[in-house]
Every structure is written in C-alpha cells, then in structure tokens.
C-alpha cells in the first residue's frame, strides 16, 4: 500500500530552522516532491527532486530550503533555514511514480500520492 507520513513541522521564530522528513512506504518513486499550501492560498510547490538526486526550487525558497533523500532509509528531507513568516503553510510531500521530475514538477497536479500534511508557523 502507498504511504506518505510527513513528521518535523513545528513554530519556530523569523531567522530559525527546521527540518522536515516524508517517509515513503510501498513503492519507489521517480519524482519527489515538497508542496505547502496557507490558509486561502493555493497549493504551491516548493521544491521536488528525482532518483537521480537533481533538485529544483521555487524563487522564494532557493539559497534557503534543501531537499534531499536517503533511498534506503525511503525518506525525503525539507532542511529549512532562514525561516520567514510568510513561509506559515501547511506542508506537503507528495510524489510519482515513472516519471522523473521535469519542468512539471513544481505543480500539483501531476503527482500521484500525498502525504496528510505537516504543519509550520513561523512568528516575526
């Protein structure tokens, strides 16, 4: 069975760190993905990263979050820095089978699987 289960959200001050795990259980997946959503905001990715460990950003988050993965622990990581406010969401990871990660993979709508969500507040 496909499993995502996100853990490491939290409220951290403006400046501070955090890290967010994904464990993925049941398959391997070719693309990888970090998504957050706020409240009345749409869902927005944030970063994504396929099998062959290449990474993409978003412009708000580049030179301060890193995804990364341990295949054989099947975890996917969020190290978060520099936190801001506006950084508050709730986070996703989500990911796709047989297909590595493209232009395309900083959108929603192509992943298969998603995680239930991981919370993160930032206060200024």
């Known amino acids: 069975q496909v499993q995502l289960v996100e853990s490491g959200g939290g409220s951290v001050q403006a400046g501070g760190s955090l890290r967010l795990s994904c464990g993925a259980f049941?398959?391997?997946?070719?693309?990888m993905g970090w998504f957050r959503q706020a409240p009345g905001k749409e869902r927005e990715g944030v970063a994504s990263?396929?099998?062959?460990?290449?990474?993409r950003y978003a412009d708000s988050v580049k030179g301060r979050f890193i995804i990364s993965q341990d295949n054989d622990k099947n975890t996917l990581y969020l190290q978060m820095n520099s936190l801001k406010p506006e950084d508050t969401a709730m986070y996703y990871c989500?990911?796709?089978?047989?297909?590595?990660?493209?232009?395309?993979?900083?959108?929603?709508?192509?992943?298969?699987?998603w995680g239930q969500g991981t919370q993160v507040t930032v206060s200024s």
């Open positions: 049941g398959y391997t997946y070719n693309c």
């Open positions: 990263i396929d099998s062959d460990g290449r990474a």
């Open positions: 989500a990911a796709r089978a047989w297909l590595q990660c493209g232009t395309w993979s900083l959108s929603p709508g192509p992943y298969n699987y």
